[in-house]
């Protein structure tokens, strides 16, 4: 089997695990995210422990694997961008408003194609042509 | 049914945490939604496919959770279509600004104590956190 086709696979196998993840968690359900995002007395950490679980995982993980190194490319593809600065907290600002508008980020909502209900489809689409917008504004 | 729920989250999380690692150690690349996104349209077939696979995983992933548990994975079925959009464009447009999301920065960021993740999650949840509120009382 050629090199690009385990990566296939690979990259294949993670995105299950990583949408079955979203679905246990409860993160795939919008009204559980606004359930963390709406402080009010309905609130619920569950949020926090999703992304606790995560990160514990992959602080142990990427230990190991920033030791050994990637098992189907020469080297790790890692951001070398360490600058704290205006486009990145604007964007994450910018982010954070639709997110808290309906309870979407990207990740659940492409898990949430799965339903076949209309919503996450008309969410994807929405933000594929708002990510279109950002490129096509930074290169003009 | 209240533990339950945080059993689930943890679950969860952890399973993200996994995925993430895994395509970390073995495609060596970071486990970013909205970063896998926009790579996708790429016209390099070796930069593509194993984004596509990823999304294709994630998928898959809410399928096989649905084809599991007979659950829904998305409860709500009145949510305003308008709000979906406006939703989707500021995802888009933020997550490709700050260049990623809430698994990039948020899960796979913050493990790797990136400063720029760390900056980027504490603004979008608190942002998130602000505008949902605000629109829950704007709405009751």
Known sequence: MSSNWKKILAALLSGLIFGLGLAVSGLANPDNVLQFLVLSSDWSPALLFVMGAGILVSIAGYKWVLHRGPVLEDKLQLPSNNKLDRSLLTGAAIFGVGWGFAGFCPGPAIVGLSTGMAEPFVFVAALIVGSQIQRLASSS | ?140
């Open chain 2, 1 to 140: 049914m209240i533990t339950d729920k945080y059993l689930m989250a943890t679950a969860g999380g952890a399973l993200i945490g996994t995925a993430s690692v895994m395509l970390l150690w073995l495609n060596g690349r970071v486990a970013g939604v909205s970063g896998i996104l926009n790579g996708s349209f790429s016209r390099k077939w070796s930069e593509t496919s194993w984004r596509i696979a990823f999304l294709v995983g994630l998928i898959a992933g809410g399928l096989l959770y649905q084809w599991i548990t007979g659950a829904p994975l998305i409860e709500r079925s009145d949510f305003p279509t308008w709000m979906t959009v406006v939703a989707g464009l500021l995802v888009g447009y933020g997550t490709r600004l700050g260049n990623g999301c809430t698994s990039g920065h948020g899960v796979c960021g913050v493990s790797r104590l990136s400063m720029r993740s760390i900056a980027a999650t504490i603004t979008f949840v608190l942002v998130g956190m602000l505008v949902a509120t605000g629109i829950s009382k704007v709405i009751s």
